[in-house]
């Protein structure tokens, strides 16, 4: 279902992985946009004008001039923002229950437990200023952990709810950084052969570049 508005959606964000799954999700939604940075390193998360529209002090979060009823309506957490524009658009979100599920599934696996995860690898093996085996140790177990899952979630299927939708684009943009976490791809084929189809995307790599 196309939507359009007169509008640009208004994407508070940076160039984090939690923070491209919104332009990407846009950019294949065709919905106009306007990106407004938020710089982390500065802390301009923390800016009260921020934290009006999002209460956590994290990005992404978005204000659609056209919300429902016709209102603005800001949203913050990547998860929930997907959701609110696949509802709004009908893209990438389906509304067939059994579907639905697949997807809200394999979302807020990620949400939950593939970002934070993969977030502290990061963290842990390259920003912490003092390097901490047993933090290193864990959370890059954890990650290989839950690469495993997702390698055999996509065996013998090309996307996570078997079409295309908002849990591959939140899954994808910490993926694509694999190497950080201490992830090889070599023994996760399904991964590889996935994660390689969508970074072929035009609306991913207009995403990926839009910060």
């Not at 491209?20 to 294949?28: D, G, N, Q, S, V």
């Not at 992404?60 to 929930?80: K, L, M, R």
């Not at 959701?83 to 599920?101: H, I, N, S």
């Not at 697949?102 to 963290?123: C, N, R, S, T």
Request: aromatic content about 10%.
């Amino acid at each position: 279902m196309a939507v359009t508005t007169a509008q640009p959606i208004e994407v508070h964000t940076w160039s984090t992985p939690n923070g491209w799954k919104i332009p990407i999700m846009l950019e294949e939604c065709g919905l106009p946009y306007r990106i407004v940075p938020v710089n982390i390193g500065k802390g301009e998360q923390m800016a009260p004008d921020f934290l009006s529209i999002s209460p956590n002090n994290k990005i992404p979060a978005i204000v659609d001039p056209e919300g429902p009823g016709g209102q603005p309506i800001s949203v913050f957490e990547s998860g929930a923002i997907l959701q609110y524009l696949g509802r709004k658009t009908g893209c990438l979100y389906p509304t067939d229950e059994r579907a639905r599920v697949a997807v809200d599934e394999w979302l807020f696996w990620q949400v939950g437990g593939l970002g934070p995860m993969l977030g502290q690898a990061h963290h842990f093996r390259i920003y912490a200023q003092e390097k901490i085996p047993y933090a290193v140790d864990r959370f890059t177990e954890e990650s290989r952990r839950l690469y495993g899952v997702l390698d055999r979630r996509l065996a013998g299927r090309d996307f996570l709810a078997d079409a295309y939708s908002i849990a591959d684009i939140a899954c994808l943009t910490w993926v694509k950084f694999h190497e950080k976490q201490g992830v090889a791809l070599d023994t996760l084929p399904n991964v590889r052969r996935w994660r390689d189809a969508l970074l072929k995307r035009p609306a991913v790599q207009r995403g990926f570049s839009a910060i």
